[in-house]
């Protein structure tokens, strides 16, 4: 069942060479290099004030609670695996999820697993082989990451509990792979697979959330809360990992047993029938590029809205927050000012920098809109709509379009969402709607030359698109380390999000962003004008 299981876990290992260390480096340095970052930056009177600032109801409910408070233990390693834990450890499962299904039930879909089941395999042998790389890939984040920690930790981020964070990230990992093995063998599509086992992941993180703030039960039933509850830098409890890696083994076992019991490109979940005819929507290349497009706008749009919300709960203690604490004035560049003359102008600043973190997050949505036509030609789909009376640079414009439309709604939900919340929990908003709104859309010249990036990359030849997000991964890691005087100034001149206006903090600045536009509309025409000349190949 197993035969040549080593062979196709090379092979697997081959057709990763690029896209897992891609993840790897990016989660293990996005991790460690915010140790020495905010080590600088977070002193104990520092950590005291965020001990009591974080204690709050929906404070717990994004991170978890804090341990080691009372007891004095709340030190810097204790307060960073605070900080950073749940975010950290929804990467990896993320990366972890893709991983799964991208070799299990996408290879099914796209008819490559027949191929495979041609060559002496055994019935087991491709998800045994995905579940051993799987396990490689957690085991080289958790021990890096633990490793890396240690050496440029302080001393109270010590060499066990350090590797005790790296297996937390790691059995996460393992068990959101074993998710998403469970899922490949239950839905008979790939979109289903994702589909249910992000909305296992979204589902654990609420079940967290509501436990950690009273129904322990539920925490200790969500990976996320159960691996969290190894303390790490206080108790350093090592049960609730090892009962993380049984569970592990038990979904990918489980799902080693499904595998046997059904026929190939088949899932339990039976697939919802369609309409017996198309809808006249669905007869032109903009009817189907919306319908491809739509489900990610949607959840995008309720993500923007309560991500919005969460913030603007904790909007009422964060002026003492700031004013207290000098690597949060760094990040709003404040630099000397007197901030108790700054007044709301605090909390304004704090927003604006909000503002610019989730715009970079909700390009996400935007290069996945815009280079939605790579896995429609990668599994030769695209060929079928060009078949037809379709022009390229008609088809490629659509999802342009889209992705630009996107942009706008998914803005605007971000910015009801803050104001409405914010309007509704304090005494008096700091800012109005439309402060908060121009400060939103004052970025959609900038994302609008994400997309013309993306999507430029992607006319170019599929095996340039991924670069689009090495770039957008890097833009952030520019605003971080360069507000805190890590990188040379130069360095911010890279990020195309440097030039768009801190509206209202800053003055609009009419040239740049007349000139941003300009460069998306070049973008999008060189991008029609490349791909139409492009062959189209599904390898």
Known sequence: MFYNSWKLFKFIARKERTTTPIWIVAIVGFVVLLVPGMYVSIDETSRAELAFMLNDPTMIAMIGPAYGVEEGLYTFAAWFSHMMFIFSAMAVAVMSIFLVIRHTRADEEGWRYEVLRSLPIGNLTNLHATSMFTLCANVIIAIFTGLLMWIVGDESMTFGGSMLFGMGLGTVGLVFGGIAALFSQLSSTTRGALGYSFLCLGLFY???????????????????????RSQFFVNNHILPQIIMLLVADALFLTAYKLNTMRDIDQGF????????????SLLSSWGLAWRLSRGTIITWVILAFVLAASYATILGDIDNFIAGNEMYQQLLGLGDLDLTEL??????????????????????????????????????????????????????????????????????AYVLGMYSTAAAMLDVVPFTFADILVGSLVYIPAMLIMIGLASLLLALGKKYANIIWIYLVSTFFIYFLGNMGVLPNFVNYLSVFYYVPRVPVEDFNLLATVIMIVIAVILRSVTQYIYARRDISNI
């Open 206 to 228: 609420m079940m967290r959330a509501a436990g950690d703030n009273g129904a322990e039960i539920l925490s200790l039933l969500s990976p996320l809360g159960l691996a969290q």
């Open 269 to 280: 979940i039976p697939i919802r029938p369609g309409r017996y005819e198309a809808k006249k």
């Open 343 to 412: 007044g709301g102008l605090l909390v304004l600043n704090f927003v604006t920098m909000i503002t610019f973190l989730m715009t970079i997050v909700f390009v996400i949505p935007l290069i996945m809109i815009a280079q939605r036509l790579k896995n429609e030609e990668k599994e030769g789909r695209v060929e079928f709509v060009l078949s037809c009376s379709v022009d390229k640079k008609k088809l490629m414009l659509n999802y342009m379009l889209i992705a630009t439309f996107a942009a706008v709604i998914i803005k605007w």
